[in-house]
């Protein structure tokens, strides 16, 4: 019997990887078979993705199946989340595609909330206040007549998927981190849209994880050397990861990259005031769930310091220099916006311990233990106030994706929460992106049979406090 295989194309903020994946024996095989660099650039004093480079390698990994004799039965790409493109009436991109790293938003904040109040789109949308939101953003293109000339809105993802096929959608679980999707109905909320005076016309209807694009455009199948079908994933790169979350249930979760992301998948919004107030928001997941989480600054920090340092340093050298400062114990606020986009994570951690009376790091083992231990410690915080909201107590936490190598992190984690940590899979998100493929192909039956593959196939691994 020949072998399907399915293409996932995940990108994140920093990197972007083609990854075949092919059941064999009842085990996901997969196969990294091309990776690109990612990164917002500075144009005209803004930061922004460069699409027209992110594009011209999604069609060069595509054409690396065809050059391997590896043809998918289908592609699907995830993606951060916030961010979006707008079309002209000729479908051509308006101006540039912001990163949310951008601080155009700071100045309209206060604009939106004395339209539509914090209290009141929290209750609606179910959405964390965060500078970076769609619903911000939004708001800074209608101030500058960009938003005028628009005649289609579309997630990063959305856009990626219409330049291969010529077909547009909103994708849902992308969509949900926008701001402006109703938490209780899962669609758009227009109530919101018309008030904050955004064209109605421009928020299509919505398509679920698991739903045909289309074919590729004929001059992408003559680039590439194939046709394939293209179908949407969880286009939200930690909708995908918790797909892959082995345990069942409602397990407790890390999705550890660039962000961490700490939460529950449940079938119920929680719009609470003391959800609210500790921070969590309310993302959708695959068939419609609910995945109610906290955003949590991850592991940015220590790829701005690794970066900072010329890569002099690996994260395994970064992990053995933390092992020699044991002992320092400084600890910041991850979530301050200091750490956000500094010109100097290094001292933006240090200036963080001046200021508050402790002792500064000096050596490079003490500054990357500090961002450790302060991110263990605001795990072991969003636990405690998970387990208060939901009145759920939870023995283990799971943590998925990258950051779920990383040895120290995952022992400071179980040492400060006291839960046990699950790690893997570490390729959470590509995982959970083939799973939506293949569930829509009927290559698996259900969502259940694919966690019991994913315990199947990859070393997961186990912490004890």
């Not at 010529?166 to 992308?174: D, I, L, Q, V």
């Not at 933390?322 to 200036?351: Q, T």
Request: glycine share 8%; with cysteine.
């Amino acid at each position: 019997m020949s072998v399907k295989y399915f293409l996932a194309i995940d990108i994140g903020a920093s990197s972007g990887r083609h990854i075949l994946g092919s059941l064999c024996d009842g085990k996901l095989v997969l196969e990294e078979i091309y990776r690109f660099k990612n990164g917002a650039t500075e144009r005209n004093g803004k930061l922004v993705w460069d699409d027209k480079s992110l594009f011209k390698d999604i069609v060069a990994g595509i054409k690396k199946c065809s050059e391997i004799g590896k043809i998918p039965v289908s592609i699907g790409i995830d993606t951060w989340g916030v961010d979006y493109a707008l079309l002209d009436e000729n479908d051509n991109l308006i101006n540039e595609i912001y990163s949310y790293r951008d601080t155009r938003t700071v100045d309209v904040i206060d604009k939106v909330h004395a339209i539509c109040s914090e209290d009141e789109l929290y209750s609606r949308t179910g959405i964390q206040k965060q500078v970076f939101n769609t619903i911000y953003q939004l708001y800074c293109d209608k101030l500058s007549g960009k938003l005028a000339k628009a005649k289609t809105f579309l997630m990063v993802p959305d856009y990626f998927h219409f330049m291969l096929t010529g077909e547009k959608r909103n994708e849902y679980t992308n969509a949900s981190t926008t701001g402006l999707l109703n938490a209780s109905t899962r669609d758009w909320d227009y109530e919101t849209i018309e008030k904050l005076g955004y064209p109605k016309e421009l928020f299509k209807s919505l398509s679920l994880p698991g739903t045909t694009v289309g074919d590729l455009k004929e001059e992408i199948q003559k680039e590439v050397g194939f046709n394939a079908k293209v179908c949407l994933p969880a286009t939200h790169d930690t909708a995908s990861a918790v797909m892959a979350v082995p345990n069942e249930g409602m397990p407790l979760y890390i999705s550890s990259g660039t962000w961490s992301l700490l939460g529950i998948e449940t079938q119920k919004e929680i719009t609470s005031k003391i959800a609210m107030g500790a921070g969590y928001t309310n993302e959708g997941g695959y068939n419609k769930s609910i995945r109610f989480l906290k955003n949590i600054m991850g592991l940015w920090m220590i790829q701005c310091i690794k970066k900072e340092l010329n890569d002099k340093y690996s994260f395994t050298d970064f992990v053995d220099e933390a092992n020699k400062a044991k002992g320092f114990d400084s600890l910041v606020d991850v979530n301050d916006l200091s750490f956000f986009s500094p010109n100097s994570m290094i001292d933006a951690v240090k200036e963080y311990c001046r200021k508050t009376n402790q002792k500064v790091p000096e050596t490079v083992g003490e500054i990357v233990l500090c961002v450790y231990t302060s991110l263990a410690k605001c795990y072991k915080e969003a636990v405690i106030q998970a387990e208060q909201i939901t009145g759920v107590k939870f023995d283990a936490i799971n943590i998925v994706g990258g950051g779920c190598q990383n040895v120290l992190l995952n022992e400071l984690t179980a040492k400060w929460s006291g839960k046990t940590v699950v790690t893997g899979p570490i390729e959470a998100t590509a995982t959970g992106n083939l799973l939506a493929q293949m569930l829509a192909s009927g290559e698996i039956k259900d969502l259940s049979e694919g966690k019991d593959i994913i315990r199947k196939s990859f070393d997961i691994g186990t912490v004890k406090a």
